[in-house]
């Protein structure tokens, strides 16, 4: 990967990442205005806030904060929601282009050794976190609530990730 197509992948990530922010501030207004948030979509979503910020300590090699599916109430979704998007901005704006492809040696929630490289570790986080959110709309709608609209392209059209 040349220097240009590395720059411009590291500003891709970013502008995941702020789509990521914003969808997930969007799934907790709707948990915020639902009188009895669903039980599923707060397991979810606390499971997103957690496997966000277990990805990133993984990148950092530092030890794991919270289980994988950690059992938050809606305020501390709600104030990891709030820590998490300046954790990976600043984590981000250290990164270098060649850093991208480096490996990152870590082991799985089953105690697993796995070797990914920085930029597939980055696409998954993304990712998963839409897949989960997928699933608290689909939760959301079945328990009679209004879920997020979160689709990049809405946040795109919005002009919400610029």
């Known amino acids: 990967m040349d220097h240009q197509d590395g720059a411009t992948m590291l500003e891709h990530h ?19 205005a639902s009188s009895d948030p669903p039980r599923r979509s707060l ?8 496997a966000e910020r277990l990805w990133l ?3 950092q090699e530092i030890p794991q904060t919270y289980p ?4 938050f109430q809606l305020s501390q979704c709600e104030r990891e929601a709030a820590a998490l998007p300046q954790l990976w901005r600043n984590y981000l704006a250290g990164l270098s282009s060649a850093k991208l492809s480096q490996a990152v ?21 993304v990712m998963h976190s839409a897949y989960h959110r997928g699933q608290i709309a689909a939760d959301m709608r079945a328990t009679g609530n209004v879920p997020a609209y979160t689709d990049f392209i809405h946040g795109v059209r919005q002009g919400l990730l610029e």
């Open 68 to 71: 994988v599916w950690p059992d």
């Open 105 to 125: 040696h870590y082991k799985n929630s089953k105690g697993e050794s796995w070797t990914n490289s920085v930029e597939d570790i980055l696409t998954h986080v």
């Open 14 to 32: 970013r502008r995941l990442f702020a789509y990521d922010e914003w969808a997930n501030h969007e799934v907790l207004r709707s948990l915020q």
């Open 57 to 59: 300590e993984r990148l």
């Open 43 to 50: 397991q979810l979503m606390a499971h997103i806030l957690s």
